[in-house]
């Protein structure tokens, strides 16, 4: 038995890395497409190749599942055409132990991306994103305009630049009194101090009630809530963050009475992401002993891609439902995962 779990731990970890690289290397060929017609100022190919490279970690998190679905129907697939799973199921290995032995490789690929979301994307998107806007130069129109906004009571901030290391570029701050705005600045830099953020070469301009006047401070001390840890969430999109900073940053969002449900939605996606990977193997399995049991590679792959953009579409349109309409992220979460254990638990029952 020992070296029949070796056996199929192999077959499927090489097939799902197979996959998982082959997949890579096409959104490698893509990014670098899509980013050469960036290239200008300090953003050369070598900057667009780190940029790429930084990213890495995301596209294997983001792809991991769909990976390990296709590269399951591949192994599966191949031990099914050599009548392997026959001679196993004939020696009176139930679907259930076979079921655990293809889940037992597949547990590795789930905690490296655990791993990759907990403690690699957070730090690496936000690396990626300020070298490039730097490279760029932060005051530019493009680099505005894929900045980050937050609010915070009353003041509107735009943030060109968030630096890991709680050093900030471009900072521009729009104080508003109801409809009225009051007070608009641009910062050029501002780092974190002792509990306060300093500001350096800051031009300001105040709207009175009959005039407006504008002046420049070489620093300014700015008292706010947002520490350098804060910062580091709003910099990266919330499906890059941690579960520990999503959460915290949802509590942070109640307090100032904001919007936190896109938050909590890519919180309960990083929670349960695991879940989803093992829903997809089930999947990969009962096609295999169900519906694919004599059908060529070929199809097989195909199904395991479209099942696996419809998935993917499922999540997609339930996610944006639930700010939408308002129901719980949770339930938004939950059902595509439930309906693959349940298509596959059915089609499983089916075949043994």
Known sequence: MTLLNRYIARQVFLAVAMVLGLVLCLDFIGKVIDQLESLRADYNFYEMLVYIAWSLPRSVYEYLPYAVLVGCLIALGSLASASELVIVRAAGVSVGRIVWMVIKPVMLFIVLGVALGEFVIPYADQTAESRRALALGYSSTDQARRGVWHREADEFILFNVIQPDGELFGV????????????????????????????????????GAEQISTSERETRRWDTELTPALLNIVAVEPQTLSISSLRRYTHYLEDQSLQNTEYALAFWQKLFQPLATASLVLIAISFVFGPLREVSMGQRIFTGVVFGIGFRLVQSLLGPSS??????????????????????VFLLRRAG
């Open 323 to 344: 700010i939408v309409f308002g129901f719980s992220p949770l339930i938004a979460v939950l059902l595509p995962i439930a309906l693959c254990f349940a298509l596959g």
């Open 172 to 207: 521009s701050r729009y104080r508003f009194d109801g409809e009225r705005l009051l007070e608009a600045s641009f910062t050029r830099r501002a780092s974190y101090r002792d509990g306060y953020w300093q500001e350096e070469s800051v031009a300001v301009t105040e709207f």
